[in-house]
Structures are given as C-alpha cells and as structure tokens.
C-alpha cells in the first residue's frame, strides 16, 4: 500500500510537471533541434520549469501511459524488481531513450531522490537494457 501512494503521488507530480529542481542541465531532443534546460528554482522555493521542457516531458509520458510508468517508477525509484510487461517494453522503447533518462534525471533533480542518484541511474539503464534486447 505505501508503494502504491509513492506512485500515486510521483504519477501526480509527474502529471503535473512540479518535480524538476534546481539543476541546470540541457538536453538534446531528437524531435526538436533544440536545447531545453532545467532551470533555478524561484527565490520562494517553487520550481520554474520552462515551457519547452514541460512540453516535452508531457509527450514523453503520454507515450509512456500511467500503468508502464507506474511499473518504471516503481522498478527504477523504489526498487521493486517487477516484471516489465512486453507491451510496456514496447512503449519504453517507442517513447525512446532521451525521454526515459530525461525523465529519470527530472525526477532525481528533486531534493528527495538525489541521495541516491547513482542507484537509480544505474537502475535506469538496467531497465532500458532488458526492454531493448
């Protein structure tokens, strides 16, 4: 049960496009061409997300749907060693690469997961590796 409310709760930040942080990071869309950034938070602790990089992150998830993005989470964040069902394989892959590690690193940029970034990095591209073989 407490699983499931972690996932509620990121599927709500991640609906929403609160989770990013204060990083300064750019990325590279292969739909664009053009550089999206992380950018500060705001002086009162709230985030600034600029419009480009929520846009972007937005069709990223829809690709990726609610129940496969809850099996990620739950797979790259919390640990849990699930199965990945073929067809959640199939749009990982269809989403692409960019969007899943930017996704990820939007998610580590939050305050609460950063302890353990390296964890869910290398728990990120276990998860790609096993839907792209």
């Not at 996704?103 to 990120?124: C, D, G, K, M, V």
Request: hydrophobic share 35%; proline share 4%.
């Amino acid at each position: 049960m407490a699983s499931f409310c972690k996932v509620s709760i990121i599927a709500f930040f991640l609906a929403s496009g609160v989770f990013l942080s204060s990083p300064t990071k750019a990325i590279r869309t292969s739909e664009q061409d053009s550089s999206l950034a992380f950018e500060p938070s705001s002086d009162n602790g709230e985030d600034i997300i600029p419009i480009e990089l929520r846009h972007y992150l937005d069709e990223c998830l829809k690709k990726i749907g609610d129940e496969c993005g809850a099996i990620f989470f739950t797979r790259i964040f919390i640990g849990k060693e699930n199965g990945i069902p073929a067809s959640c394989c199939q749009k990982l892959l269809d989403m692409g690469e960019e969007c899943h590690y930017t996704i990820t690193e939007s998610i580590i940029s939050r305050p609460e997961f950063r302890a353990n970034a390296t964890l869910y990095e290398t728990r990120a591209v276990d998860t790609w590796n096993i839907c792209s073989q």
